[in-house]
């Protein structure tokens, strides 16, 4: 039967109409004709994916943690003589570690690179071990609530020192290396601070022995002419007998290099070429001269005490780095041989060839159904022919194609049934009970 459909009002709106995107059946029909164009490039792309995820070399990552451990000793007891800060001093030791020197010679005793080595310059080389060579903090997540105001103002530093190479024991090996290194440049830093800090200070204590010795001489050859007994402090001896006899004394304790024999001897020298002086002067200018002598004695004695006081604890100081007491690092996790590779992750790469494949041979087909200029619905039809000129005829569906769609409903719902029905055999004769089920699922015994 020929029905007549009138398009005068609705022939815009149904040209307009893309309703027909939204029902799967549009694709899969798309699929169907189109299907060639959608599997040659989603093949081609999965193919080149999956051979480079299965190609392509690991690389491992090899790291090891290092810990900024506090000074053992309390500092209100000995001072240490490295007192800059824990960050900078990593930073430093960082740029020593990292120079082109220690790198070359890394990458010369582990033979790194063999494949590339003989088209890579030195510098290029350098470029290669330092951008493989990962030294970065490690963030502690610690509730702020539990922290403490010295933790805030002491936060612990850990720092991590690994390597990525494509051989796992290499890269253990480097990093273990690295590690050692970094270590002994930081005792090596801090054992050489504290010794030119106590070097700088002894010839400090020595200058200031040497002017004081000197002035001592002076003074004692001041109150020698003025016919005054030789006194160069209240600490000290005040007659020639007497500094001998200290210098007896102090000789049976201490060597001759001792400042205090030295200063024991040229201060007996000194009263020895004075004691033929001439004749004591009672002058103005002379008293004037001893005793602004004096006053400079005192200043200079109070700068050597002092000076002397910084020496003892610089000592104190170069001992307790030699001790290693002071505040180091230590290694809290060694570099161990990693198990698993940093990269490539194989199921990420394989994931985005899928994707990739999957757009690639989508958009194929539909880039050809586009450029297609065949008639397939109304549409196409209504932009190429007048409506008026079109009559729809109606489908209609003949008794043998209700009979087989009556039967093939039967079939799935006998299906289903006997698929309900497995079920719940399998689970009659496998399964345990439904009340110890539930009390399982009670108890978390599932979890």
Request: glycine content about 4%; overall charge positive.
């Amino acid at each position: 039967m020929l029905q007549k459909v009138e398009f005068e009002d609705d022939f815009q709106a149904l040209q307009e109409d893309r309703s027909y995107l939204l029902q799967p059946t549009f694709y899969w029909e798309l699929f169907k004709r189109r299907w060639a164009y959608f599997v040659l490039p989603f093949v081609t792309v999965l193919a080149a994916g999956a051979a480079a995820a299965l190609l392509w070399p690991p690389i491992y990552l090899s790291e090891g943690k290092i810990l900024v451990q506090s000074q053992q000793i309390p500092s209100e007891l000995v001072r240490p003589t490295v007192t800059s800060a824990a960050q900078e001093r990593i930073q430093v030791i960082q740029q020593r570690t990292m120079t082109r020197d220690n790198l070359i010679a890394i990458a010369d005793k582990f033979k790194l690179f063999p494949e590339k080595r003989t088209l890579m310059s030195p510098t290029e080389l350098v470029e290669a071990v330092k951008k493989n060579t990962k030294i970065a903090p490690v963030d502690l997540q610690l509730d702020f609530k539990q922290r403490t105001r010295s933790a805030l103002e002491n936060p612990t530093i850990v720092f991590s020192v690994g390597f990525e190479y494509g051989d796992a024991a290499v890269a253990t090996q480097v990093a273990n290396e690295l590690m050692t290194r970094i270590l002994n440049e930081d005792l090596r830093d801090r054992t050489s601070r504290a010794t030119d800090t106590t070097k700088f200070l002894a010839r400090e204590v020595q200058r200031l022995q040497a002017d004081n010795n000197a002035l001592d001489a002076k003074i004692a050859q001041l109150r020698l002419t003025q016919g005054k007994p030789a006194s160069s402090g209240a600490d000290q001896p005040t007659t020639l007998t007497q500094l001998k006899a200290e210098l007896i004394q102090k000789g049976a304790l201490y060597s001759e290099r001792h400042p205090t024999i030295q200063s024991l001897k040229k201060q007996i020298e000194a009263l020895e070429k004075v004691a033929s002086a001439p004749a004591p002067t009672n002058d103005a200018a002379t008293a004037a001269s001893l005793e602004a002598m004096v006053a400079q004695q005192e200043s200079l004695q109070k700068n050597l005490d002092a000076a002397s006081a910084k020496l003892a604890a610089a000592r104190l100081g170069e001992n307790l780095e030699k001790d290693q007491q002071s505040e180091k690092l230590e290694i809290i996790e060694q570099p161990t041989v990693p198990q698993h590779p940093v990269r490539p992750n194989r199921l990420k790469v394989l994931a985005l060839a899928f994707a990739a494949a999957l757009a690639g041979g989508a958009g194929l087909a539909l880039l050809v159904e586009i450029m297609d200029k065949a008639i397939r619905r109304s549409n196409d039809l209504l932009s190429v022919v007048d409506g008026k000129l079109i009559v729809s005829i109606p489908y209609i569906a003949t008794a043998a194609e209700l009979r087989r769609q009556r039967r093939r409903m039967f079939v799935l719902l006998g299906a289903f049934a006997l698929i309900v029905i497995g079920l719940l055999t399998v689970a009659y004769l496998f399964l345990p009970p439904l009340d110890l089920i539930i009390a399982k699922a009670r108890v978390g015994l599932f979890r």
